[in-house]
T-cell receptor, first 117, second 110 residues
Framework: ETGVTQTPRHLVMGMTNKKSLKCEQH?????MYWYKQSAKKPLELMFV???????ENNSVPSRFSPECPNSSHLFLHLHTLQPEDSALYLC????????????????FGPGTRLTVT | QQPVQSPQAVILREGEDAVINCSSS?????VHWYRQKHGEAPVFLMI?????EQKGHDKISASFNEKKQQSSLYLTASQLSYSGTYFC???????????FGKGTSLLVTP
């Protein structure tokens, strides 16, 4: 595998289900990101991990729970979602930035298309 | 604070030029440009750092005016493969993250 992979590619879940999205990067990067992409909206940053430490949580509801066990893997655990959470969830990775700026180019995975029924 | 992109959409004939603008109300450390084709992941195009630099490769270039907090992406002699949605991502002076604009949809027709 090369680049950034995400599984599953498509997911349909009920509002009471619990599921997890998985992201894996094979680029030797040490920063990983979760984004939400909805129709006609900007890419919304959800979480950022640098060297496995969470450095950004963009006011994301607690029904989304990230986990970064190592610098190559990132999970997004989902529970009791709402229909408005239906979207494309993108994972990205990059070399870690610095505290004063310097976000590096990000490499995106293909995304998981999530539908909440 | 999300940057504002303009235009929202543009249709070109092959060989024509286009300019996509990205502006922010806050001071910027860098501007990133990405292109996303339908059903695919966004792909990195280039980064511009504060200092007013200009970059380019092939027939796609960009400029960054730090004082105006604006960046522009220039596509010259457009090709069919340029079709897609172009996003700018802006980085402020603190933090690890980018704020993305809503995107500009570009369609190049034969």
């Amino acid at each position: 595998e090369t680049g950034v992979t995400q599984t599953p590619r498509h997911l349909v879940m009920g509002m009471t289900n619990k599921k997890s999205l998985k992201c894996e990067q094979h680029l030797g990067h040490n920063a990983m990101y979760w984004y939400k992409q909805s129709a006609k909206k900007p890419l919304e940053l959800m979480f950022v991990y640098n060297f496995k430490e969470q450095t950004e949580n963009n006011s994301v509801p607690s029904r989304f729970s990230p986990e970064c066990p190592n610098s190559s893997h990132l999970f997004l655990h989902l529970h009791t979602l709402q229909p408005e959470d239906s979207a494309l969830y993108l994972c990205a990775s990059s070399q870690a930035g610095m505290t004063s700026g310097g976000v590096r180019e990000q490499y995106f995975g293909p995304g998981t298309r999530l539908t909440v029924t | 604070q999300q940057p504002v992109q303009s235009p929202q959409a543009v249709i070109l004939r092959e060989g024509e030029d286009a300019v996509i603008n990205c502006s922010s109300s806050k001071a910027l450390y860098s501007v990133h440009w990405y292109r996303q084709k339908h059903g695919e992941a966004p792909v990195f195009l280039m980064i511009l750092l504060k200092g007013g630099e200009q970059k380019g490769h092939d027939k796609i270039s960009a400029s960054f005016n730090e004082k105006k907090q604006q960046s522009s992406l220039y596509l010259t002699a457009s090709q069919l493969s340029y079709s897609g949605t172009y996003f700018c991502g802006t980085e402020g002076n603190s933090g690890y993250a980018l704020n993305f604009g809503k995107g500009t949809s570009l369609l190049v027709t034969p």
